[in-house]
């Protein structure tokens, strides 16, 4: 690739790396009055096991940086991806087609922030151990509650 080719890739890297996150914030503000809408109260406990989620994985990904489980790489787990992936995850829970968007977005924000020069490819996958997972088990509670029983 020609030096103004790797240049603009690297600047397009850096808008992707920057914009991402921000816009799955904003997915997941609309997701509950997009379709069918629930009542308020199922809008509001969505949010909240979200925010409870995310702010778990977003911690769990920092402790890792802070006493380094991977010598060699401090910026293990990326923690732009964490937040994407538990991001990611919760809109899933929400509604299951949400996959078709946040996967390719937060495959973008992988390279994106490999490209940008942020963290390492290690350091992406690492975050699939520490975004996922919290996001989950928070919205699991919404989940079974939102079951009828037999």
């Keep these: 690739m020609a030096g ?16 991402i996150n921000p816009l799955f914030v904003l997915l997941l503000l609309i997701a509950p009055f997009l379709g069918p ?15 409870l989620g995310i702010a778990l994985a977003v911690v769990l990904a920092e402790e890792g940086k ?15 991806e964490t937040f994407a992936l538990a991001c ?3 809109l899933v ?10 996967l ?6 992988g390279w ?7 963290h390492e490819t290690a350091d992406v996958w690492g975050a699939l151990l520490t975004g996922p997972a919290p996001a989950l088990l928070c919205q699991a509670a ?4 939102k079951k009828p029983s037999s």
Excluded: D
């Excluded at 103004?4 to 914009?19: D, P, S, T, W």
């Excluded at 829970?93 to 946040?102: D, E, K, P, Y």
């Excluded at 994106?112 to 942020?118: K, T």
């Design 142 to 145: 919404r989940l079974r509650r």
């Design 37 to 51: 809408r629930p009542a308020f109260p199922r809008i509001v406990t969505f949010w909240g096991l979200t925010v």
């Design 4 to 19: 103004g080719e790797q240049k603009n890739m690297v600047l397009l890297a850096h808008f992707l790396a920057e914009g």
């Design 104 to 109: 390719p977005l937060a495959v973008v924000l």
């Design 112 to 118: 994106a922030l490999v490209a940008a020069h942020y």
């Design 93 to 102: 829970c929400w509604r299951g087609t949400w996959i078709w968007l946040v």
């Design 88 to 90: 990611a995850t919760s």
């Design 66 to 80: 802070r006493h380094i489980v991977w010598a060699g790489h401090p910026g293990f787990p990326s923690g732009h």
